[in-house]
């Protein structure tokens, strides 16, 4: 009798276990790193940095599965091939009639683009995958002009701790209340681009002259956009509508708790509110009132809760033995909810480092992601910040104030964009 093979397989994090029964064409899932080179990219050498990098990451081989009761990965043997960018931004990676791997990575001219969706990493655990990616590319083209040098990428990770399920490792069995009542926040409407695709405005500042500033209003980066994002998104509030709230979504990187090296999921979402129908709405008493809520939410007490609320989902026993099916339906109405409870979202990846030999072969990096809304993130190389507008609507009235409060106070903003047309030009 011949052996029967052991398919290899693992469970999705308990953050990811919301995204299958979410992702539609409105809203992927998906979101991008890019890294913009000085020299034109090397299809060949990008494989070449590809398959390496693969190794490191066992779980990129993965495709998803559907069980009686969740969704699972299981590994496949899909080849992960480099290819020119022929897609729009954040296409559709999972589909469940469809069996493909959860990410892909592209290239174009001086640019290489990896996409992944977000059940397979958040930001912080997609940027080990493709900083190590960008880390191989140049060490490998670049050879003979660091033949005197010895670059080390600074993640240390082991293949078991990437794969680590961090929600798991710092679960207890603490009740989680949820004494606050939801808000019911101001939406933004209005006509949306045709096909499901996404508008991309990005501001380019000088990160020195952004802390700057930042310092002088005595607030984090973070904060300080926040506070300006909500004006902005203030200005555009029809006057019926004043009274609700804006509140912005804030993703909290939960390695910067806890101990993880995880290249997979292990973040937390705070909401953060300011009704400018009962305050000045002045951009300074904006950032005074965030920086009290962020207090509020930054807590050892708040982290433990946001940990077990993902948690609590693998562990609740009755949830677990509801079919899938049915599971998804109920994952699909808890989505809605939370959709009303936030206008936009701000999430700020931080600086990114890459060792000192390679730095120079690089201009720049960039993230982005999919949205039904209005979704802003933030990342810096070297001096270079950017901050990454993507939108579902037509209209970029938002995104033209918020950039315009930034040079009203003196910061210098240079704008790209994907789309042309008259009223990009007059932003």
């Not at 494989?47 to 590994?75: C, D, H, M, V």
């Not at 270079?384 to 040079?407: G, H």
Request: overall charge positive.
């Amino acid at each position: 009798m011949k052996n029967k093979k052991v398919s290899e397989w693992s469970k999705l994090d308990n953050a990811a276990k919301i995204f299958p029964a979410n992702s539609k064409k409105s809203d992927t899932k998906v979101f991008r790193f890019a890294c913009e080179l000085f020299d034109t990219v090397d299809r060949q050498v990008l494989q070449q940095a590809l398959n390496i990098t693969l190794e490191a990451f066992p779980l990129y081989k993965s495709i998803i599965k559907s069980g009686l009761f969740w969704y699972y990965f299981e590994k496949s043997r899909f080849d992960a091939i480099a290819t020119e960018e022929n897609l729009p931004p954040c296409s559709t990676l999972y589909d469940k009639n469809n069996k493909t791997l959860l990410f892909r990575v592209m290239y174009y001219k001086k640019r290489i683009s990896f996409e992944v969706y977000h059940a397979l990493a958040d930001g912080a655990g997609a940027l080990q995958f493709f900083k190590t990616l960008i880390f191989h590319y140049i060490t490998i083209k670049y050879k003979y002009a660091l033949r005197d040098k010895s670059p080390v990428l600074d993640i240390e990770a082991s293949k078991t701790q990437k794969m680590d399920d961090s929600f798991q490792k710092y679960y207890t069995d603490a009740k989680v209340f949820n004494k606050k009542k939801n808000i019911k926040a101001f939406k933004i409407r209005g006509m949306k681009i045709p096909e499901y695709r996404i508008s991309v405005i990005e501001g380019i500042i000088p990160a020195d002259k952004m802390l700057s500033k930042v310092k002088e209003y005595k607030s984090s980066l973070t904060i300080f956009l926040a506070a300006v994002l909500m004006c902005s998104i203030n200005e555009e509030i029809p006057l019926r509508l004043k009274k609700k709230p804006v509140v912005l979504s804030i993703p909290v990187n939960l390695r910067n708790y806890y101990y993880s090296q995880t290249a997979r999921n292990f973040f937390g979402v705070m909401n953060v509110d300011y009704n400018f129908s009962k305050g000045s709405g002045e951009l300074t008493e904006v950032i005074e009132a965030l920086k009290q809520k962020f207090k509020e939410n930054l807590t050892p007490e708040r982290m433990e809760k946001r940990i077990n609320k993902f948690a609590s989902l693998e562990h609740n026993f009755i949830l677990r033995i509801i079919p899938l099916a049915i599971k998804d339906i109920i994952l699909k109405i808890a989505n809605s909810i939370v959709d009303r409870s936030y206008t936009s979202t701000l999430s700020n990846v931080g600086v990114i480092n890459m060792p000192a030999d390679i730095k120079p072969f690089i201009y720049s990096f960039d993230i982005f992601v999919s949205t039904n809304k209005l979704q802003v993130c933030v990342c810096s190389f070297e001096n270079q910040l950017r901050i990454s507008f993507t939108s579902a609507f037509i209209s970029t009235e938002i995104q033209r104030r918020f950039f315009r409060t930034l040079t009203d106070i003196g910061i210098p903003v240079i704008i790209e964009s994907n789309i042309v047309d008259e009223e990009q030009e007059a932003m």
